[in-house]
């Protein structure tokens, strides 16, 4: 019974460990595996037994390691089963014979590197006890790999599922992992036989056994999945059958002699691809797994990593070595098939450091060989290196080489062409709205469509709708998930523009849909990517609590290099009589042109001016000009007002706003702005004021706002 205590404090500590270091890695824009195998690593003789070295004897002794191996095999097994799952016929639909091509040589180079280095590193780093045939094919393999399930998420992440690059990628690396395993299987059937001629029965079993599974096995799996659409749901019953059927083939494949993973990954590579019976399945199976058996896994393969073991400067000279093999080869390898296969060099040199990608897969490979003795605890290290820094390398380098401003928008979100259109026009004005909730926004797009106009000038509103993708390996961060959710978000999208009056500015509406993590700075970025002038973002909560502007509103005030404008909507249903109280200032200069794109764009709405301090500012030179500038009928539509004198700014425009249905107002640092605030009279207004309210704060020349007005 103590052990089992024993074991149950170890899993506390390891699953917390695990989410602090995962979610420092998702802070840093890293891929939460990176964390998960550093915080199994921090828990090893590496760190914790060196700092602590009692406290870690006491924590993790030797007696508990059977525990946690037995519990991590079982989160391998079914994680196995994931990837199996995740690996669907579609990636392979698309240039496939450029893939197959790029695919193997970006296995054959790496695995003969690795094959050569094999004749350095074992007189140095193995113990004799493995034969060098088995050794060479082993270390092959492991420089072979590319984690597919990691490279998928940072497909994902990147928005590249619909990209050249990321189709290519994907169906690449499909090939790749089809492969790598099969040689993976070879390697381990020969390191248990001793030889490779006594390894061929093994081999042939395992061919027979993925005959019979891609025959007989889907048969048994598309006859589950029928009974899954007859009854509507996965019940209890059909899941126990198919975790059953995962245990049996992980049995069996250990029986033939390769390893307890490949049958696991059989039932999942073979299971039909029927969104809904995968989602489910994925959806029932991932979290347990995810959350609690792979994290054990981790922290296993991290108390049998030694760093300390790397204690001469020719052992840290191997691992450069083993480093260098790993990266060339993966990356030399794919660069050339893919410039043969006639891809351009930009997009060659990222899908080399796409499939250099190797994560927790590499990890998988690793342990096995320790575990079969194969490969020594040093050589397990310097491997366990490999795999994270190759992994860590992956997003900075694919963004320096293949950079967001390069990937064209448009092949993501396809803008149809609207009924009645003559002919594309470039936009000289756009406006980015991001969209939280499609079904609550009506006001704030309205809002945003109605400052677009665009009479006299091309104008476009871009919706931003963002979603937000927090785990590695949930199954809605797949390519083909992630692109359903886009599909889905993009009709809800369409509803919405649907119910803007009236229909003719339904036509400026070109909806973005993509995957983030952080909508602030995605948002930015687009903003950049698009030349946006102007982003409108919606307060979400009627009032600035603590007068502090905090989350994602604020992010976007801070970031954005555009001007940005926050709307807190009173739901006022129309938006033609107009305030702006004045006091001179650049933000106030934003506020006020931007009522006359209002003004120029409805011939009905009116705009008072309000000269909100005692003595009464003057406008700008450049705002007068921009006035002076404007058609008589629009000006004849503009009245300045003057505050009772008694009155008190905030007072003044408070009692104006009730006259009104959107007040325009700038940020303003003259009435006592602090830190990360609006200022206290905007903050008092999005308090007090009583119609809708814009809150402007510019970043550009006023002048870019008014090409609508000037014709």
């Not at 149809?416 to 939280?436: C, F, K, S, W």
């Not at 509803?495 to 849909?513: F, G, N, W």
């Not at 609590?545 to 555009?562: D, E, H, M, T």
């Not at 001007?563 to 739901?571: K, L, W």
Request: net charge neutral; proline share 5%; charged share 15%.
């Amino acid at each position: 019974m103590h052990a089992v205590i024993l074991v149950l404090i170890e899993v506390l500590i390891v699953i917390a460990l695990s989410r602090i270091v995962g979610m420092g890695c998702r802070w840093i824009k890293q891929p939460l595996v990176i964390g998960e195998i550093i915080a199994g690593i921090m828990l090893g003789p590496s760190l914790f037994g060196l700092i602590a070295p009692d406290l870690a004897a006491a924590l993790f002794p030797s007696e508990t390691l059977p525990y946690l191996n037995v519990l991590s095999q079982i989160g391998l097994i079914f994680f196995m089963f994931l990837i199996g799952l995740e690996l669907n016929p579609k990636y392979l639909s698309g240039q496939l014979d450029i893939a197959i091509l790029t695919s193997h040589v970006s296995i054959l180079v790496p695995f003969s590197l690795g094959t050569l280095s094999a004749i350095i590193l074992y007189p140095l780093v193995s113990d004799g006890s493995v034969s060098f045939t088995a050794f060479a094919l082993f270390l092959g393999a492991a420089m072979s790999i590319t984690a597919f399930p990691v490279l998928a998420r940072i497909i994902t992440e990147n928005n590249l599922q619909r990209s050249r690059l990321g189709t290519l990628a994907l169906t690449c690396a499909a090939v790749d992992d089809v492969t790598a395993w099969c040689v993976l299987a070879v390697a381990i059937a020969v390191a248990k036989e001793g030889d490779f001629v006594k390894a061929i029965p093994t081999i042939i079993a395992a061919i027979v056994y993925i005959g019979l599974m891609v025959t007989a096995g889907r048969w048994c799996l598309r006859y589950l999945a029928k009974l899954f659409h007859r009854t509507g749901r996965l019940t209890q019953l059909l899941l126990a059958c198919i975790y059953m059927g995962v245990v049996i083939s992980a049995l069996i494949t250990e029986v033939i002699g390769i390893h307890l993973i490949f049958g696991a990954f059989l039932v999942g590579a073979v299971m039909p691809k029927d969104h809904d019976l995968v989602r489910e399945i994925a959806q029932k199976t991932e979290d347990f797994v995810l959350i609690f058996l792979l994290p054990v896994f981790f922290a296993y393969s991290g108390i049998r990593t030694q760093i300390g073991l790397l204690n001469r400067p020719e052992l840290w000279l191997l691992c450069l070595l083993v480093l260098v093999v790993a990266i060339a080869g993966k990356y030399i390898g794919t660069y050339v098939a893919a410039r043969v296969s006639g891809i351009d060099k930009r997009e060659a040199s990222a899908l080399g450091w796409l499939m250099n990608t190797r994560g927790l897969t590499e990890l998988i490979v690793l342990n096995i060989g320790l575990s079969l003795g194969v490969i020594s605890p040093l050589l397990f290290t310097m491997l366990v290196i490999m795999a994270l820094v190759t992994t860590f390398m992956t997003s900075p380098l694919l963004e320096w080489t293949y950079p967001k401003r390069l990937i064209k928008l448009d092949l993501v979100e396809p803008e149809p062409p609207q009924a009645g259109d003559i002919e594309p026009v470039t936009p000289a004005y756009r406006i980015l709205v991001p969209v939280a909730n499609p079904s609550t926004q009506q006001g704030l797009l309205q809002l945003a469509a109605a400052i677009a106009g665009g009479r006299s000038a091309a104008a476009i509103v871009h919706p931003l709708s963002l979603i937000e993708i927090e785990e590695d390996y949930a199954f809605q961060s797949t390519p083909e998930a992630a692109d359903r959710l886009i599909q889905e978000r993009y009709q809800q999208l369409e509803e919405l523009i649907q119910t803007l009056e009236p229909p003719s500015i339904r036509s400026l509406i070109h909806p973005i849909v993509r995957v983030s993590n952080d909508v602030a700075r995605a948002t930015t970025e687009i903003a950049k990517l698009d030349s946006v002038s102007l982003i409108v973002v919606g307060w979400h909560r009627p009032a600035f609590s603590n007068n502090r502007l905090g989350g994602r509103v604020g992010q976007i005030l801070s970031l954005a290099p555009v001007d940005v404008a926050v709307y807190i909507d009173r739901d006022k249903q129309n938006l033609e009589s107009l305030l702006v109280p004045y006091i001179g200032n650049i933000h106030d200069d934003l506020a006020l042109v931007i009522a006359l794109r209002l003004l120029a764009n409805c011939d009905t709405a009116c705009l008072s001016v309000l000269q909100a301090t005692p003595a009464p500012s003057e406008f700008s030179n450049e705002l007068r000009n921009i006035m002076q500038q404007l058609p008589q009928k629009v000006r004849d539509r503009i009245s300045i007002i003057q505050p009772k004198e008694t009155s008190e700014p905030i007072l003044a425009v408070v009692e104006a706003s009730a006259r009104v249905d959107l007040t325009i107002v700038g940020m303003s640092r003259a009435w006592g702005i602090e830190r990360q605030t609006l200022g206290r009279y905007t903050d008092e207004l999005a308090i007090q004021c009583q119609s809708s309210l814009l809150i402007a704060r510019r970043h550009s020349q006023v002048s870019s706002h008014l090409d609508v007005i000037s014709g």
